[in-house]
């Protein structure tokens, strides 16, 4: 099942901003944390690619990530 999302254009006088709202409901999902880092990765014009930077396994239970030493 897909979740249809509208993309976003803020402009500004300097610049622009877009957005795409993330759904709440694959955010819980995939466990998400606030403030965790993602990366975006153009497949081809078709297909964008959300990435974790770090495994999912390295958030604690109280919502933060494990520092590393």
């Known amino acids: 099942m897909g979740y249809p999302t509208k993309v976003q254009l803020?402009?500004?006088q300097a610049s622009a901003q877009w957005y795409v709202n993330f759904p709440?409901?694959?955010a819980q999902a995939m466990e998400f944390i606030k403030g965790e880092v993602v990366e975006w990765i153009?497949?081809?014009k078709n297909t964008l690619t959300?990435?974790?930077?770090?495994?999912p396994s390295a958030v604690q239970?109280?919502?933060q990530r494990k520092k590393k030493r």
Do not use: K, S
């Not at 959300?50 to 495994?55: E, F, S, W």
């Open 24 to 26: 709440a409901v694959l």
């Open 50 to 55: 959300l990435r974790r930077t770090q495994a």
């Open 10 to 12: 803020i402009q500004r």
């Open 42 to 44: 153009v497949q081809d």
């Open 61 to 63: 239970p109280d919502g």
